[in-house]
T-cell receptor
Framework: LAKTTQPISMDSYEGQEVNITCSHN???????ITWYQQFPSQGPRFIIQ???TKVTNEVASLFIPADRKSSTLSLPRVSLSDTAVYYC???????????FGAGTILRVKS | EPEVTQTPSHQVTQMGQEVILRCVPI?????FYWYRQILGQKVEFLVS????????KSEIFDDQFSVERPDGSNFTLKIRSTKLEDSAMYFC?????????????FGPGTRLTVL
């Protein structure tokens, strides 16, 4: 499984756009990039998944450059309730388990 | 929106005791998982379960652990003889399909405290 590296923590203010970048230099051809969010004392929650270029849903956008060695999760206009840990995962299409790293602690301030 | 439920929310037990953690996955899910998270640490995979058998397990999932889907709705994790280091949040998760293109839905977790 490809190793992922992301910042330990980030601070932001309400209303700002937040971009969290993850590097995954050893990503394999068939791997997908997936992001999960975890609030304190709760289970992780799927945010978005992509293979290449750009994916957007109602919560976030995911930007993946052509070489796929990194990805950026973009959260538009964050609010206090977006304070959470954000995990970047590289997922094999036929695997079973999710491999979580340490994640990025995002703190949104008013 | 359907969700995964777990009971109890908090379990306190004495070292050496058996515990059973219960999960009710979303009804149309076929793939089930247990993860754990020791306080302040990463979420760790324990085991995956499909078609009434374990499909993958981690090194953590030793002979003290077992899983079962006894009645087609509940999914349980049993720890036969708990150790202090088993204290953690245990998350059940499920998915409608296998493979990792599709999201896994996590429950709220059971906090296990071993004294």
């Amino acid at each position: 499984l490809a190793k992922t590296t992301q910042p330990i923590s980030m601070d932001s203010y309400e209303g700002q756009e937040v971009n969290i970048t993850c590097s995954h230099n050893n990503i394999a051809t068939n791997d997908y990039i997936t992001w999960y969010q975890q609030f304190p004392s709760q289970g992780p929650r799927f945010i978005i998944q992509g293979y290449k270029t750009k994916v957007t849903n109602e919560v976030a956008s995911l930007f993946i450059p052509a070489d796929r060695k990194s990805s950026t999760l973009s959260l538009p206009r964050v609010s206090l309730s977006d304070t959470a840990v954000y995990y970047c995962l590289v997922a094999q299409p036929y695997g079973n388990k999710l491999v979580f790293g340490a994640g990025t602690i995002l703190r949104v301030k008013s | 929106e359907p969700e995964v439920t777990q009971t109890p929310s908090h379990q306190v037990t004495q070292m050496g005791q058996e515990v059973i953690l219960r999960c009710v996955p979303i009804s149309n899910h076929l793939y089930f998982y247990w993860y754990r998270q020791i306080l302040g640490q990463k979420v760790e995979f324990l085991v995956s379960f499909y078609n009434n058998e374990i499909s993958e397990k981690s090194e953590i999932f030793d002979d003290q652990f077992s899983v079962e889907r006894p009645d087609g709705s509940n999914f349980t994790l049993k720890i036969r003889s708990t150790k202090l280091e088993d204290s953690a949040m245990y998350f059940c998760a499920g998915g409608a399909t296998g493979g990792l293109h599709n999201e896994q839905f996590f429950g709220p977790g059971t906090r296990l405290t071993v004294l």
